[in-house]
């Protein structure tokens, strides 16, 4: 239960707050088994969140796969305080300022320059739906409208804006708006490993999917525009992983078939799967694969302002200069490319460099293996699953109440983790410790049986 100081809060929030993802009435229904507690949070501080009255939580999922290197990060806030003095805002249509200048630059060196021109908008629904929106035109601006079809992956998650919803697989997000998607895309096999028969590797899984996109492409190669992928791992869909190689190959069929591929990075993007971007592990002649558009949000900022971006190669750049307006991107944001949000972004990347994130992650990576690896045994527990700093598992449950069990066992142990579906995840800030790695094991065991016996 909640004590005095939390109890206020919840319940203004719940008045007065819609809250995303959320059947508002579970707030409130404390007697149900579908009873979500509301989580009132006072401040962050490095890797936990403490509450109105001083409980504090570790923050086991990155608030939303959000956050890189702890809530309040000193070297995070300097920068931005110095901004704030600076520069808030300004419009980025006619004006230009230096975070923004700076922060394409690098993003365009973290890709060899393979992807130039930076694109911002505020959020990774956005990010989509200009990805889409710029390779159809790019097809349209070169003669040939008839590229319009889009494909995407089982299971795909790519925003749930309207156009959004048009490459995302997920039903609950889905079904009730598929009337007013009016484009939607051609859903392909996901190489989820999970998927593989006795005796097949997860890169025969990923083949038998590309072999599935190769003989779509065969067919109607001609009038499809785009695939857009999440590289290695689906994360909407619960954490599902599978093979570079599907990259590889789809890249491939990509070029052959003139058609683009576009990696949705949001999630996966900034050393999230132990490399900078994940689409890196996939190679073709030793040399990382590289999209025609990439998707970058969540982690950009490390957690702290709404920011997305969307990269593009020369190629489908040079498709819009002309003389005529109507040949231009003319997407617009408000907020595109706010300088507080690429200052964050900056001090982000100062911290990559300067603390070598990727080799400290992997030693961390290997840590969260092992200390979830006990869990192979429990009886429950199915394709226990890891790539860099995503760590999954299933739980063989039929309680459809078994992920806010879960959820609220696992805040009586101090740990924020909310399970998708029957999926357990932890996808922890970077700068989790070896002790925060043990408590969030501990956490995961200790709401797993109670989640199970309850
Ligand atoms: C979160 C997410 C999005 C959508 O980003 P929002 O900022 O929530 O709109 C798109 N794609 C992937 C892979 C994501 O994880």
């Known amino acids: 239960m909640p004590h005095a100081a939390n109890l206020d809060w919840l319940a203004r929030s719940q008045a007065a707050v819609w809250h995303p993802c959320t059947q508002m009435q579970h707030h409130a229904a404390t007697a149900s088994p579908a009873h979500l507690p509301l989580l009132p949070i006072a401040r962050g501080e490095g890797a936990w969140l403490v509450d109105f009255d001083g409980k504090r939580y570790l923050d086991g999922i990155s608030s939303w796969w959000t956050n890189l290197f702890g809530h309040a990060n000193p070297r995070i806030n300097a920068a931005l305080k110095e901004q704030l003095d600076t520069l808030e805002h300004v419009m980025l249509a006619g004006c230009t300022h230096q975070p923004v200048v700076e922060l394409s630059e690098r993003l365009s060196a973290l890709t060899a320059n393979t992807l130039g021109h930076a694109f911002y908008a505020s959020d990774g629904a956005s990010a989509t739906e200009i990805a889409l929106k710029m390779s159809f035109h790019y097809w349209r601006n070169h003669g040939r409208p008839e590229k319009s079809q889009f ?79 999440e590289p290695l791992v689906q994360g909407a869909a619960g954490m599902v992983m599978y093979d570079p190689e599907y990259l590889r190959l789809a890249r491939q069929l990509c070029d052959q078939h003139e058609v683009h591929l576009i990696c949705d990075e949001i999630a996966v993007g900034f050393g999230r799967t132990g490399t900078f971007f994940a689409h890196e592990q996939a190679a073709i002649d030793g040399k990382p694969i590289r999209p025609d558009l990439m998707c970058l949000s969540k982690g950009i900022s490390a957690g702290y302002l709404p920011l997305s971006v969307v990269l593009s190669s020369d190629a489908i750049y040079a498709a819009f200069l002309d003389d005529s307006v109507a040949r231009a991107f003319l997407h617009s944001h408000s907020y595109t490319g706010n300088p507080l949000a690429c200052r964050a972004a900056l001090a982000t990347l100062d911290i990559f460099a300067a603390d070598d994130v990727l080799t400290v992650n992997r030693e961390k990576a290997r840590k969260i293996g092992d200390t979830l690896a006990p869990l192979v045994d429990h009886p429950q527990v199915r394709h226990l699953r890891q790539r860099g700093m995503i760590a999954a598992f299933d739980v063989a449950t039929d309680d459809p109440y078994f992920s806010r069990k879960f959820y609220r066992a696992a805040l009586d142990h101090g740990a924020l983790l909310r399970p998708i579906g029957n999926t357990v995840y932890l996808m922890p800030p970077y700068i989790v410790d070896d002790a925060q790695i043990a408590q969030l094991a501990t956490a995961i065991n200790s709401a797993l049986n109670r989640a199970i016996d309850a």
Do not use: M
């Open 151 to 229: 494909l995407c992956l089982a299971g795909s998650y790519h925003g749930e804006t309207v156009g959004a919803l048009a490459v995302t697989d997920v039903a609950i997000f889905k079904d009730a708006y598929a009337p007013l998607v009016r484009h939607a895309a051609h859903v392909l096999p996901s190489p989820d490993f999970r998927l593989a028969e006795p005796g097949e590797t997860s890169a025969d899984v990923a083949r038998r999917a590309a072999a599935g996109l190769a003989d779509w492409l065969e067919k109607n190669g001609q009038r499809t525009a785009a695939l857009i992928v």
